[in-house]
């Protein structure tokens, strides 16, 4: 852990001695960096699913969230579990699973 800490320690110095920049400006760029670092993060890890549906509605089958299926010439995502229940406007003709999947 010593080697490492020391490792760092001069690392950081000859950084900041090559782009001339003192502690505060430092800290300053790691904070920005950081902030860039975790916006591409979470950009790359929120990708939600695209309203692709190749699987038509079966009254037989048990949807769970975020399952997609094709009906009446829509695409249709599962907002919770359920089975037997006609992809169709929320609430309606006891729909409460299904929303209409807009890309």
Same mark, same amino acid.
Request: charged share 20%; glycine share 8%; net charge negative.
């Given at each position: 852990?010593?080697? =490492?800490?020391?490792?760092?320690?001069?690392?950081? /110095? #000859?950084?900041?001695? #090559? /782009? $001339?920049?003192?502690?505060?400006?430092?800290?300053?760029?790691?904070?920005? #960096? +950081? =902030? !860039? !670092? +975790?916006?591409? =993060? !979470?950009?790359?890890?929120?990708? *939600? @699913?695209?309203?692709?549906?190749?699987?038509?509605?079966?009254?037989?089958? /048990?949807?769970?969230?975020?399952?997609?299926?094709?009906?009446? $010439? @829509?695409?249709?995502?599962? !907002?919770?579990? +359920? @089975? +037997?229940? *006609?992809? $169709?406007?929320?609430?309606? &003709? $006891?729909?409460?699973?299904?929303?209409?999947?807009? &890309?």
């Amino acid at each position: 852990m010593k080697n =490492l800490l020391n490792w760092h320690k001069i690392f950081v /110095t #000859k950084f900041m001695n #090559k /782009t $001339g920049m003192d502690s505060y400006q430092l800290a300053w760029f790691s904070w920005f #960096k +950081g =902030l !860039i !670092i +975790g916006v591409i =993060l !979470i950009l790359l890890l929120s990708c *939600e @699913k695209k309203c692709d549906c190749n699987q038509s509605w079966d009254s037989n089958v /048990t949807y769970v969230k975020d399952d997609l299926v094709s009906y009446d $010439g @829509k695409c249709w995502i599962a !907002i919770a579990q +359920g @089975k +037997g229940i *006609e992809p $169709g406007p929320w609430l309606q &003709d $006891g729909n409460d699973i299904w929303e209409e999947c807009h &890309d």
